[in-house]
């Protein structure tokens, strides 16, 4: 029974986060792929297509949808990679690091706001037993 509720409980809290994330996405006119790759991007700089599929856990052609789409809004583009002239590095412009920098800022408020319910010493605890998950 504890095991049931514990998974109940984590999807709902996920949910609840996707939720908020898309809420803030939203008036930016930027799908949570998207917003996933551009953040990507902005952490480990350019990349070829293949290692930003990686990055995002889906399949090549998924990624190529979704650059396809940042680089027709002008938040990302393609060059030839210097090693290599016949592959593509992506890389951001300087409006998809700033587009980047404001969903950062966006959905940092509203986790803020939903971990808030949280004392500053649940959040601790919360954040040391989620890392021992994380791999």
Same mark, same amino acid.
């Given at each position: 029974?504890? +095991?049931?509720? *514990?998974?109940?409980?984590?999807?709902?809290?996920?949910?609840?986060?996707?939720?908020?994330?898309? +809420?803030?996405?939203?008036? %930016?006119?930027?799908s949570?792929?998207?917003?996933?790759?551009?953040?990507?991007?902005?952490?480990h700089?350019?990349?070829? %297509?293949?290692? *930003?599929?990686?990055?995002?856990?889906?399949?090549?052609?998924?990624?190529?949808?979704?650059?396809?789409?940042?680089?027709?809004?002008?938040?990302?583009?393609?060059?030839?990679?210097?090693? +290599?002239?016949r592959?593509? @590095? @992506?890389?951001?412009?300087?409006?998809?690091?700033?587009?980047?920098?404001?969903?950062?800022?966006?959905?940092?408020?509203?986790?803020?706001?939903?971990?808030?319910?949280?004392?500053? +010493?649940?959040?601790?605890?919360?954040?040391?037993?989620?890392?021992?998950?994380?791999?």
């Amino acid at each position: 029974m504890a +095991d049931e509720m *514990l998974v109940d409980t984590f999807w709902a809290v996920a949910r609840q986060l996707r939720a908020l994330s898309r +809420d803030a996405l939203a008036p %930016l006119g930027i799908s949570p792929s998207q917003s996933r790759a551009l953040a990507i991007l902005r952490r480990h700089g350019p990349m070829r %297509l293949g290692s *930003l599929s990686e990055h995002l856990r889906i399949a090549p052609r998924s990624a190529t949808e979704v650059v396809d789409a940042l680089q027709r809004l002008g938040l990302l583009v393609r060059d030839a990679d210097p090693q +290599d002239r016949r592959a593509t @590095v @992506v890389s951001l412009t300087a409006e998809g690091q700033a587009l980047s920098a404001k969903i950062k800022h966006a959905q940092r408020s509203q986790a803020k706001e939903f971990f808030n319910a949280l004392s500053e +010493d649940e959040q601790r605890r919360l954040v040391e037993t989620l890392g021992k998950l994380v791999r």
